[in-house]
Structure formats: C-alpha cells, structure tokens
C-alpha cells in the first residue's frame, strides 16, 4: 500500500502540484522549488502528524523497504548532483579560442611551412617558440579554471557520511546518508549534522538549538520545536524545520525527513552557484584586450595582405634571382614579420605576471587573493554590497552600557555607567565611574556572578587556540586560527551575548581586584582571563534552559566549600519578561528593597532608551535560597524530588518568580574603528556602499549612522528597506534607488543578494560582494568581485569568493579597490608601452616594405625583443607608485578604453618616430660602412644591374661594385679590390675583368663562411653577383646592419620606459629613481639584448654581428630624441585635460 501511494505521490504531484524532491545525476530533471516555503501549505506549517501522514510514513515504525524502493525510484539518491567536469583537452583547446592567439597560431602555421619549404636550419626556432609561449599560457588558464569549480565540491562536503533512521520499526545506527529517502524517521543528537531538510516530530531533551549561520547568516543558534509556523516565515524563522548540512548544537529530537538531495536548502544553493557560474562575465580587462585583439587581427590582416599586393611588382627582382616564386616567398615572410612585430606577444605573460605580484601586495594589505583578474577588476567598482556584522562591526557583541538599582535618598532608583571596549577582551576598556570600592560591594558582586553563572560561553586567547590548531596539525583551521589571532587577541565559544557577559564579569573583577592595593593573580594577566572567576567559586547544579514563552534562562547555583550552603537562583533574560516577575530589587551594599511603581517605571524606560539605541538589552535578577522551596536543598542529583521539578518546562516560570531584580546591560556589536574613514574613502571615490543584514531595522540605521553609510540629514527611512518592502516596489522605483546613492537592507533574506547583484549588474555596475555563509556562495560567484571572509567565512563561501579577507574587516576592502586602481594605471603603462614598442616595429617593417628596402628586423629578432627584452622594463612599470588622487578619482567606466583617441595619437607618433629610427640606423650604416647611400639602398633589388656588362672607366661604377664586392666579401676579398686599384694604369676591361673573377670567388667565400657549417656557400654565391652579395639574408653587410636597427630599437624602448612612470607628468615631476625597479628591469633589457649581439652563437641564430664603441654612440643619438617628443606629447596632454576641467 506504502509503494503504491509513493508511485502515486510522484505521478501526482503533491506539494503544491510538482514533485518536490530531487533526482540523481542524469535522470530527467525534475522540478524544484527553492525553498520549503513555497507550497501554498509547506511543512514548517503543517501539525508534524499531517506531515507524517502526507509521505505516509510511521512515526512509530518508520518506512518499510517496499516504500523506501518506491521513493528512491521515484526521487534519486540523498546527494547532491556532481558537478559536470568539462574535460582536461576540451579546456585546453577553449584557451585558443582568442583572437590574438589565434592571429599567432596562424603565424607560427606559417612560419613551420615556410621553415619545410625552404630546409633552414633554423627556421624552426620562430614557430616553436611561439607554439611554446601559447601552450604555457594555455596551461595557467586551464588551472584557473579547474580551481574555480571548488564551490560545489566544498558543498558536497557538508553533507555527513551516515545517519540514525528508523526503518520497519528498527533503528539503524549507520545508515548512508545517501540511501535517506522522504518519509524516513531519524534521530538527530548534539553535535550531530542534519543529512537532509526535515520536519521536527518530537524533542526528546527540554530544548534544542541548531546552528543555521552558515545557511542563514544569523550568528545566534536557533530554537527548535514541533509547533508550526507561518507559511511566509524566513528561513531563519522555521523553528519546526532541520535543514541540511546544518549542525544540532544542543538537544536532540525525532524528525521526519521531507526533502533529499538536489530539493533541499542546500542543494538549492548548489543550483544558484551554478547558474551564477553560467552567468559569470568577462572581467573589464579581458573584455578591453579581447576587443583590442579583434581591432588588431582585422588591421594586421588587412595590412599584411595590401603590403604584400603592393610588393608584387618586385617578386622577379634581380635580388631574388628572377625568380617568380622566391620573391614571392620573400615578400609573404615580411608579411609574416609584420604580422609578429603587429602583436605584443609578451603582453599575456607580462599581465599575468603584473597580477601576481598585485596579489603579493594585496596579501600585505591582507587581502588574499583567489583568482587573478580580480585584482584588475576591483579597480572599477562602483558599488561595495557588505554585510553588518563582523565586517563593518567587530562581529565581537560587547556590553556598552550598564544599569544597577541606586540607594541614593535623592529619588534616583537608577545608576548608569558607560562600559568602553570593542571586543571580547577582558583587558580592552572599562566600566566608566564605577570606582573600585563600587565594583568590590555585593550588589556588583551578585551582578558579575548572575552574568556569569548563568552562561554558557567561554573566551578563550586567540593565539592560544592557534598554537593548538598548529600542534594538532591541521593547517587550515590553523592558519585561521592565526590570522583571527593577529585581528583579535580573544575568540569566544557559545553565544555572542553570553560571551560579551563574560568580557564585562572579567572588567568589574579586574577594576574589584584593585582594592586595598591587591596585585592580580599572574594567571589572570591574559585578554581572555576573569580574575576571581565566579565560575571557579560558585558550583552550577543545574540550568534552566530558555523558552520562548518565559524568554528567560536560569541557573541554580551554591557557593564552593560552603558548609550547609544552600542553592540560589541567577536569572537573565528579556528585560519585560524577567521585570514581571521581579518584587526587589538589589541594593550596593546586598540589602535588598522592594520594587516600588517608580523605580520599575525607571527601569522600563531605560531599557526602552537602550533599545530606541539599537542596544541588546538584558535583565539579571536573583533569587534567594529561602524563596526556592526543595529546590533550595538540591545537590544536582538526578533522583532528588528537585530534579523532577527541573524536567518540567511548563513550571520554569513558577520557580523564576518573586526575583530581585539586579540590573541591566546593553549589548551591541561596535563599529570597526577603521570603518569610518574607509567609507568617506568610498565616497570620495565615488563606490557607494549598500549594506545588506538580517538585523532589525533600528540596529541597521543605527550602525549606518556610526560607521558614516548615512550622512548628517540623509533621509533614513527613505533609504532603509526589509528585503520584502524593497521587492515589492515597482521596478523603476528600484532601479531609480539601486541608482541613487548609500542604501541599507535590514531583515534580508540570504536569497535577496543574488537578486541585488543581478539587478546591479543589469544596470552596468561593477559590484563587489561580502559574504560568510553557505547561502551566500551564489551571490559572491555572480557578484564581479565575491569577497568571502577568512575568519567567520565557511569553506563554500571561500571557493566562490574572488578575494578572501584575512581579518574579516571592511577597511581591507577599499585598500584592496586602492591596490586594484594602481594596478590597473600601471597595468595600461606598461600596456601603452608594449604597444608603442610594436607600432614601432610595423612601421619600420611598413618602411621598408613600401620603399622597397632590404628586410630590416626578421621575425625572430622580433619575437626576442616582444618576448624578452621588452619582458623586464614592462614587468618593472608594474611596481609603479600610486599617484596622488588616485581615490578621489570617480571608479572608471566598465566600457572605458584602454586606448582614448588622444592616447593612441600619442603612441602612434611616438611608435612613428622608434620605426623611423630604426629604418634610419639601419640606412645609415650602409651608408657608413658600406658606402651605399640611400638611393642606392632603395634600389637594392636591381644590384646586379650595379655592375656594367661592357667595362667602365677609372672611379666608375666598375670600380664602386669591386669595392662593395669587396667589403661584401670580408677578407677573401683582398685580391678583388688590387685588381680594382691597377684598373688605373692598365686596361680598364681587363682589370674590370679581374675584379668581377675575383668578385665571384670572394663571393663564394663570403657566402660559405656565412652558413653554419659553411657547406652551402655555393648555392648562395650563383645567385647574386657584385654589389648584391651587400644584401644577402646572412651577409655580414646585412647583418650589421640589422644589428645597428635592433639596438637602437631596445635602447629607444628602454628610454621610454622611464617616460612610461606617468602617463601625464612630466620626469622632471615623477623622478626616474621613484621606481627602483625599473633600473633593474632596463639593465636586465640590455643585457638580454648584449647577450645575443656578443655571444657567437646566438648572434648566429639570430643573425647579428657585434657591435663597436662608436656604433653605440650612434644607436643613442637616435634613440634619445624620443624623450623629447614624449615629453612635448604630455604637455598637450596636460593642456588638453586643463582646458576640459575649466570648461566643466
């Protein structure tokens, strides 16, 4: 019967018309509402036995195994779905899908068929070496990525291993949490974590508490019980309800299992993390580079091939032997050189690299970053969406005001006193005009006992409880542990306000124990110690749990080693509830008076003053051994008659009756003292702040105007909204306050901040997120910038995070946005920079090309110096300091350019002059050493024409082209240049004669010695005669010349490097020495560029020859000037932007 009505239950339907569970891994999807309260009727607000009668289960026996088949088949297994793990090789290839890397696999392509088709040797350095660079970027990217998956496996995590279910009337001690199925009866215990959402059926302790922080947020733990409630409750308010992965801290109950797997709280969250990860964005750098990649793939495209048109006409040059083919494979090479020089192949690893070390400088700041392009990203933001507690607060609850009954005669029933101190230091402030002799009299006494008595939290030294996690060798919660220590010196186990009255016990007992001169106990010296700890003189017999009907909580206590002492009662709890019950109240001295009408009209009004304050208030009463009946001889038992009174909830009440009242406290969560300023910060630099919290609306105003989020006559009520009220208005209302200014949420649901961050996104802001808990994994993965934080934070929210806070503090923060708003100024200097440096490649390449002349940088040269040599100087720009004014600048736009107009005219002069330079040295050392001008340089291609075929006269060309041969050849030329010298005394055809054989043998010579191994010489010396052997691919002629264009083009990238510290200031403003590491990153430039000029073997693969003292002096006369223009260009710069602002 059970399995037929579960085949019906899912055929159906039920709950609210769709199937409410879910389904394993690759079965058809089966619909999920996200959360438990959206059937018209949900569980939490059903009687327990309608619940257990709608999965027809049995409280008594539990399901059977016919059901249990039934329901697993029509529901899947208790787990949570795997996440779909896109494979290694898929990922790998995914990071070739870009349009400059795939400009650069088309040109290393190019460059292994031209290596095949021509047998150099080496011709196979080029596409290997690109290939390499591309793998190794590829291999970073599939390692980020593979990390970003760790959200959900952190989820998988906090689900336990077994359970206790009864099944067919038999408990089951280790059941698989896997096999639950709905319907299912467990036993949950302290300590133990829920394995899926449940119904609570029947408390089997007094009370029982849950801690829900990391799925709802809130850091207190949360009652239990059977009774339901309201359909629309919160999920923090579902008090009927267990959910899973969350922790029972206190009692234990029967429940009914009524949700599994993917259809549970948890795996609801799982859902929202992982469509948050489908909707992830593009950082606004990558968007920048990505669109700059398809600009620069259509423009290289499109110049390579007009260039290569345009050399058409020279593809049967003399310089290519007259063949056709050679030419046009010499042109479509110089079409691949300008395709290299075109990309800044070393862009890639210079951004990555600049990352990192802005995540080594963030770490300083203590902001740890996970994922690399978020230290770019947070540069842009406009909006910081944080929560309250620990992060704008200390998230330490800390007593700040305290109340006690006055024996004054003057008619003041009260005394008050101001408690300093923001954390749970015993050591951090004081209890303001309460003197010592005023802390040692009774009534404080009692006080300090009842606050601690009735308590169950302890405070414990942070550094401590690091050294045990380290000795214990876990080195998470260890490395947790320190940096908790570092930020705050105690930690606190229990609840918030029960710790925060221990913090106060230990400030009256340090400010007791200086009467009469006493010296403190060295034991009680720490920041968590309570000099003369009540706890260690008074003995708890027993406690009085809280309820929601009396809100109070209480322990019978009796003084340590006091014969035929007594027990007395100690009482805290809410201030009207425990106010009703009081008849007297405690006077300084320990007498006790009763509570007349005026004084409890005083004591109404000052808590009513506290909470108008957004205080915590907390009555603390007592009551005396003679009004406790039994209860006064109990000696904590279990078969005493006092015990069976203790076991009856229903007569707490009773027994807190006739109470002494002893004072009040006001507890609140202080501000960080660093909050302030980091908010004027953001409002300079135009990020607004939201904070989103659970707290009630007057707590939330209350911080707001502490911590600066609401300025002196902002209009608080029209600003401050429950998740539920702001939702509810209509959209453009919305969209016009998310557009507005500072805004804070109160009672917010933890599902309201995805909704926030989607709307944000909608509207173009770049939106950082806070979060702690597991139900905020989805907000902080869709959010720009996720910020988990590292103290308080769960692990889930730690994976999906971007940034992890190691002191949990919001000041972190905006120095991260600082860090990130440097990084970025000097990420586009180094960017400007590499681009500058290419634009002057192509030029140079473009020059020659269009003017015909010899190849001027080869396309090896070129990918050493964008890959290397330009590596180091561009590396140091990222040390750059910050220049003033950076964080009163507005947060740049998510679509602003990395290249304004009047930026790239800059570059593009700039890159003008290092081509022109180029092209100019490289003339002018055939000019120099070759005695060839430029005109002849221009029509180097018809060189064999240089040479009459019919004689000459003394000093003509037959003399010149004897004389280029000559110096062509080296020093196999000597016999060519003395015939050419007897052509004046003698006939002039045959010296001409003799210099042309001669020629052809220095010829041979020059071009063995050229080759490697010197064995094809001779193919080379038949394809050029004369004046053309000046011009070959590896004549020394040719070599230097490249050498002499190479230098001058790293040492002109080396000197605007030191123009590149500012983008608009003057050197003689921001001093070359600002940046240390620039001097090195430009000595490290040299010496790469020295190592392939000076070194024999490298300078062979590379084609260069060495070069001499006057030859530098020459690369520098041509490449200083460039200072000059550079600093001519900012002045305009200047001028420019000065014009702007006096027009605004």
């Known amino acids: 019967m059970r399995t037929i009505f579960f085949v019906a239950l899912a055929a159906t339907g039920a709950f609210g018309g769709r199937p409410p569970f879910g389904r394993r891994g690759g079965e058809a999807a089966v619909p999920i509402k996200p959360t438990l309260g959206d059937e018209p009727r949900p569980f939490h607000a059903r009687p327990a036995p309608e619940c257990v009668a709608e999965l027809g289960a049995s409280a008594a026996r539990g399901l059977d195994a016919a059901a249990v088949d039934a329901a697993r088949a029509a529901y899947g297994r208790n787990e949570l779905r795997a996440a779909k793990a896109t494979p290694l090789w898929r990922l790998f290839l995914a990071q070739f899908d870009d349009s400059l890397v795939k400009v650069l696999l088309a040109t290393a392509a190019v460059s292994m068929a031209l290596a095949l088709v021509e047998r150099e040797e080496h011709g196979w350095v080029e596409p290997c070496v690109i290939l390499s660079i591309l793998a190794l970027n590829a291999v970073v990217g599939v390692w980020q990525q593979r990390s970003a998956q760790g959200a959900v496996e952190a989820l998988k995590r906090l689900t336990p291993a077994r359970a206790r279910c009864l099944r067919d009337g038999v408990w089951i001690d280790d059941l698989p949490a896997r096999d639950l199925v709905p319907g299912d009866v467990i036993e949950v215990r302290t300590g133990d974590r829920v394995a899926a959402d449940c119904r609570v059926l ?197 007593v700040v005001r305290l109340v006690r009954p006055s024996a004054s005669k003057d008619g003041t029933p009260l005394l008050f006193h101001d408690v300093s101190g923001r954390s749970y230091a015993t050591t951090d402030g004081m209890v303001d005009g309460l003197s010592a ?39 998470a919660a260890a490395a947790a542990a320190a940096s908790a220590a570092q930020s705050e010196p105690v930690c606190a186990t229990g609840e918030p306000t029960e710790a925060a009255l221990l913090a106060l016990v230990g400030k009256l007992n340090r400010q007791m124990a200086s009467v009469g001169g006493r010296r403190p106990d060295p034991a009680d010296a720490g920041p968590a110690a309570i000099p003369n700890d009540p706890r260690r003189a008074v003995l708890k017999l027993a406690t009085l749990e809280f309820t929601r009907a009396r809100k109070s909580k209480s322990a019978l206590v009796r003084d340590v080693g006091a014969r035929g002492a007594c027990a007395r009662l100690l009482v805290k709890g809410a201030p009207d509830s425990v106010l009703a019950r009081c008849t007297h109240v405690r006077l300084p001295d320990g007498g006790s008076a009763r509570l007349e009408p005026a004084a409890r009209d005083a004591i109404v009004a000052a808590y009513s003053a506290m909470g108008k304050a957004a205080l915590r208030c907390i009555a603390l009463a007592s009551k005396p051994a003679r009004a406790l009946g039994a209860l006064a ?91 539920k009220a702001f939702f509810a208005l209509p959209d453009g209302q919305q969209t016009a306050l998310l557009r507005s200014g500072n805004l804070v949420f ?49 692990e889930v929210s730690k994976e999906a995070a971007d940034i992890v806070l190691a002191d949990d503090n919001f000041a972190t923060i905006v120095a991260a946005v600082e860090e990130g708003r440097s990084i970025y100024a000097n990420m586009k200097a180094f960017i400007h920079y590499l681009i500058t440096c290419n634009i002057g490649e192509v030029v140079a390449i473009l020059i020659s090309s269009l003017l015909g002349l010899p190849d001027i940088l080869s396309p090896l040269q070129l990918l050493w110096v964008n890959l290397v040599t330009d590596g180091p100087p561009a590396t140091a720009l990222g040390f750059n300091r910050a220049e003033k004014g950076l964080m009163t600048q507005k947060p740049r736009g998510y679509n602003e350019s990395l290249l304004p107009p009047f930026t790239l005219l800059r570059l593009a002069l700039t890159g003008l002059y290092i081509g022109c330079a180029c092209v100019g040295a490289f003339a002018h050392t055939y000019a120099r050493e070759q005695d060839v001008g430029f005109v002849d340089l221009l029509d180097w291609a018809n060189c064999k024409q240089w040479v009459p075929a019919g004689g000459g006269t003394p000093g003509s060309a037959a003399g010149r082209a004897a004389e280029w041969a000559a110096k062509g050849a080296g020093k196999a030329a000597v016999e060519a240049a003395g015939a050419a010298a007897g052509a004046a005394a003698g006939s002039v055809a045959a010296a001409a004669e003799g210099a042309a054989k001669a020629a052809g043998g220095a010829l041979l010579s020059a071009a063995g010695a050229a080759g490697a191994a010197g064995a094809a010489g001779a193919a080379a010396a038949s394809a050029a005669l004369g ?104 002045l305009v710069q200047r001028k420019r932007a000065r014009h702007s602002a006096a027009r605004v």
């Open 202 to 398: 029947q408390l089997r302790t007094t009370t029982m508490r849950a801690d829900e922080a990391s799925l709802t947020g809130e850091s207190s733990t949360v009652e239990k019980a059977e009774p339901p409630v309201s359909p629309t409750a919160p999920l923090a308010a579902r008090s009927s309800v267990l959910h899973a992965s969350t922790m029972v801290a206190s009692g234990a109950a029967l429940a009914l299992v009524v949700r599994t797997g993917m259809a549970t709280e948890i795996g609801c969250i799982q859902r929202g993390v992982e469509e948050a990860g489908l909707e992830e964005a593009d950082t606004p750098l990558a968007r920048k580079l990505d669109a700059f990649g398809r600009q620069l793939t259509w423009m290289i495209g499109g110049i390579c091939v007009g260039v290569f048109a345009l050399s058409a006409p020279r593809f049967a040059s003399d310089a290519h032997g007259g063949v056709l083919w050679r030419g046009a494979l010499h042109h479509f090479k110089r079409s691949v050189a300008l395709g290299v020089a075109a990309i800044p192949e070393g862009l890639p690893a210079v951004i990555t690299l600049c990352l990192s070390l802005g995540t080594r400088r963030m770490a300083q700041r203590r902001a740890i970053v996970r994922k690399l392009p978020s230290v770019e990203t947070l540069g842009c933001t406009t909006v910081i969406c944080t929560d309250k507690t620990g992060t704008l607060t200390t998230g330490q609850m800390t």
């Open 746 to 794: 109160c009672r917010a649901e933890p599902a309201d901040k995805q909704r926030l961050v989607r709307m944000l996104n909608r509207l173009g802001e770049v939106t950082a997120m806070t979060g702690d808990g597991v139900n905020d994994a989805p907000a902080l993965r869709q959010a720009a910038i996720g910020i988990a934080m590292g103290i308080s934070g769960t």
């Open 633 to 723: 001889s109990h000696d904590g038992s279990a078969d005493a008659r006092a015990a069976r009174l203790l076991r009856e909830p229903a007569r707490f009440a009773d027994v807190e009756s006739g109470l002494t009242f002893l004072g009040l406290v006001g507890i609140r969560d202080p501000p960080r003292p660093s909050v302030g300023g980091a908010i004027s910060a953001c409002r300079a630099a135009g990020i607004r702040v939201i904070m989103i919290t659970g707290d009630s609306k007057e707590t939330a105003q209350a911080v707001a105007k502490d911590v600066g989020i609401f300025a002196p006559g902002d209009p608080l009520e029209a600003w401050t909204f429950t998740g």
């Open 437 to 475: 002799g005023d802390a040692a009299c009774r009534g404080v006494r009692e006080l300090a006992e009842c606050a601690a008595l009735s308590n169950d939290a302890d405070l414990q030294d942070a550094a401590a409880k690091a050294a045990a996690a380290a000795s214990g060798g876990a080195a």
């Open 1027 to 1130: 004046a053309c052997a000046l011009f070959g691919e590896r004549s020394d002629a040719r070599a230097k010349a490249s050498s002499m264009a190479l230098s001058v083009l790293v040492v002109v990238e080396c000197v605007r490097a030191f123009c590149a510290l500012s983008e608009t200031q003057s050197l003689l403003t921001v001093r070359p020495w600002s940046n240390p590491y620039l001097g090195v990153g430009m000595l490290a430039q040299v010496l790469l560029h020295c190592a392939i000029v000076y070194t024999p073997q490298l300078a062979a693969i590379f084609n260069l020859r060495p070069l001499r003292l006057d030859d530098w002096r020459v690369v520098l006369a041509w490449s200083l000037p460039v200072v000059l223009l550079d600093e001519a260009l900012k």
